[in-house]
C-alpha cells in the first residue's frame, strides 16, 4: 500500500507524526515531512526523508510541499493544553482554520490520491456515556477549550465538503489523549500527561494538580494511534470519522498517582480548584474501528506511560 509511495505528513516533528513517519519508513514509503517550529526528533535524524521548511497557512508554501505527492496525512495543529487554548482563543482557532483549508485546496489542486485528517476527541460533547462516533454533533464541545474543538470540527467539516464536491478519498481519526515518547513537554504548551510527567520527574512538592482531579480521560499511546491511522488511510478512506480508541480511561487524579508511583515518590497532592478541570468525563467506543479497519489498540496505559517516563528522563529532563 505505501510502499514507493511519496508521502507528506505534516505534524511530522510533533508526536503521532514522528511514529507514523518510522512506520512509513518500515514500509519502504518515501515520506516529505514539514518542518516549522519544532526540532526534528532525534529518531528521524539522518532517515531518508526530505524536509520542507515553513508554514502550513502560507499557501505558495503549501503547494510547493504537495509536488509529486500521492498521499498526505495531514497531522498538524495549532495547539496545546488547557492552559493554552484557554488563554489564546483566537491564536488557536484561526490559524488552524486557515491552515486546514489550504492543505485540503492545495491537494485537491495538485491531485493528490489520497488524504488523511486527523481530527481529535476533544469535538466532542460533554458526556456520562462512552461516546460513539455519531454523538460528536449531538451538543457543544465544552467552553473551555472551544477554539480548539470548533477549529477540529470545521477541519472534519470541510474535509468532508472535499470529498463530496471532488471526490477526494478522505480518511478521518478522532483519536482519544494520545501520549507517549516524544510528546510535547513545554510546560506552557503540554497536554495532561506530558504535564504531570514534567513534574513528577522533577519530584516537584507539592504535586499541584489543576482542577478537582475528578475528569475521566481514555490514552492511547502514540505509537498505536499512528498505526490506527495507516490502517484508515489504507482501508476507509470514505469521509466517515472514525474513533481510535484504547478502551482504557482513568481520572486525572488516579493518573497523576500511577505517574507519581512510577517516579519513585510520595509527594503532597494538592487540587488547584481555581485552574479549569476540563470535560467531565471522555471516553471513546472503538466498535467502529474494529469493523471497519480492524483496528486494536496493543499498548496498556500503565506499559506506556514508563515508556513514556523513560523518553523523558532521557531526552528531556535537562
Not at 484504547?246 to 486525572?252: D, L, M, P, R
Amino acid at each position: 500500500m505505501f510502499a514507493d509511495k511519496k508521502i507528506l505528513i505534516t505534524g511530522a516533528t510533533g508526536m503521532i507524526g514522528s511514529h507514523l513517519t518510522e512506520l512509513l519508513l518500515q514500509q519502504n514509503a518515501n515520506p516529505r515531512i514539514v518542518v516549522h517550529k519544532r526540532e526534528i526528533p532525534p529518531e528521524l535524524q539522518n532517515k531518508p526523508v526530505e524536509l520542507v521548511k515553513g508554514d502550513l497557512t502560507d499557501k505558495e508554501f503549501v503547494k510547493k510541499s504537495m509536488d509529486g505527492i500521492d498521499y498526505v496525512f495531514h497531522l498538524a495543529a495549532f495547539t496545546g493544553g488547557l492552559g493554552r487554548t484557554s488563554i489564546h482563543p483566537s491564536s488557536t482557532l484561526t490559524p488552524n482554520l486557515i491552515m486546514d483549508g489550504t492543505v485540503l485546496e492545495a491537494a485537491k489542486n495538485e491531485g493528490v490520491d489520497r488524504f488523511l485528517y486527523a481530527s481529535c476527541a476533544c469535538i466532542y460533547p460533554n458526556s456520562e456515556n462512552d461516546l460513539s462516533e455519531e454523538d460528536a454533533w449531538k451538543g457543544d464541545p465544552p467552553q473551555v477549550h472551544a477554539s480548539y474543538s470548533w477549529a477540529k470540527r470545521m477541519g472534519e467539516l470541510q474535509a468532508i465538503s472535499y470529498h463530496k464536491e471532488y471526490g477526494m478519498k478522505l480518511a478521518i481519526v478522532r483519536p482519544s489523549n494520545s501520549y507517549g515518547p516524544r510528546d510535547n513537554f513545554d510546560p506552557q504548551a503540554s497536554h495532561v500527561i506530558g504535564a504531570l510527567i514534567i513534574r513528577a520527574a522533577s519530584k516537584v512538592d507539592p504535586f499541584v494538580i489543576w482542577g478537582d482531579g475528578r475528569p475521566i480521560r481514555e490514552f492511547i499511546f502514540a505509537k498505536d494511534a499512528a498505526k490506527g491511522m495507516l490502517l484508515a488511510m489504507e482501508n476507509y478512506c470514505v469521509a466517515d470519522p472514525i474513533n481510535l480508541a484504547s478502551g482504557e480511561y482513568a481520572t486525572i487524579a488516579d493518573l497523576a498517582t500511577t505517574i507519581i508511583k512510577l517516579c519513585n515518590y510520595n509527594p503532597k497532592i494538592v487540587f488547584d480548584e481555581k485552574k479549569p478541570s476540563g470535560q467531565i468525563r471522555r471516553v471513546l467506543t472503538s466498535e467502529k474501528a474494529k469493523k471497519k479497519i480492524g483496528f486494536k489498540a496493543e499498548t496498556s496505559l500503565t506499559e506506556g506511560l514508563k515508556k513514556t517516563i523513560e523518553w523523558y528522563i532521557q531526552n528531556y529532563k535537562n
